[in-house]
């Protein structure tokens, strides 16, 4: 096996994140939190008991919002996020989600 075929998509981000400029119009650090929402939100959740059922965005011009849907068990929750773009809406999920620091709330429109 040659060195090339033993990377995993993680080791082929690494090396993609080192050629982008970290000031860029794409950041390492949005491109970073763009593969842990993808990669990772289902694993933290199940984590905490929840089943993941979506997420939406509605961009309102200076703000983004991001809605999360759960189930806990059979009761459908959601999470609210309002941040200045999808990434950094994304991020603050991320980083309550590690604190365990998020608001679930019933959905009631489910």
């Known amino acids: 096996m040659t060195e090339e075929t033993t990377k995993t998509a993680l080791d082929y981000l690494w ?3 080192e050629v982008l400029d970290p000031d860029g119009p794409v950041t390492r650090s949005d491109v970073w939190t763009l593969y ?3 990669e990772y939100k289902v694993n933290f959740l199940e984590r905490d008991g929840l089943t993941w ?3 939406s965005f509605k961009n309102n011009g200076w703000s983004v919002l991001l809605v999360v849907k759960v ?3 059979k009761t459908p929750l959601v ?3 309002t ?3 999808a990434t950094a809406c ?3 999920f991320l980083r309550k989600l590690e604190e365990h620091t998020i ?3 019933p959905d009631k429109y489910a």
């Open 103 to 105: 608001n679930w709330v």
């Open 79 to 81: 999470a609210f996020v």
């Open 83 to 85: 941040e200045r773009s």
């Open 90 to 92: 994304m991020r603050v």
């Open 36 to 38: 842990r929402f993808a």
């Open 15 to 17: 090396n993609a994140l």
């Open 53 to 55: 059922r979506g997420e």
């Open 71 to 73: 189930s806990e068990g």
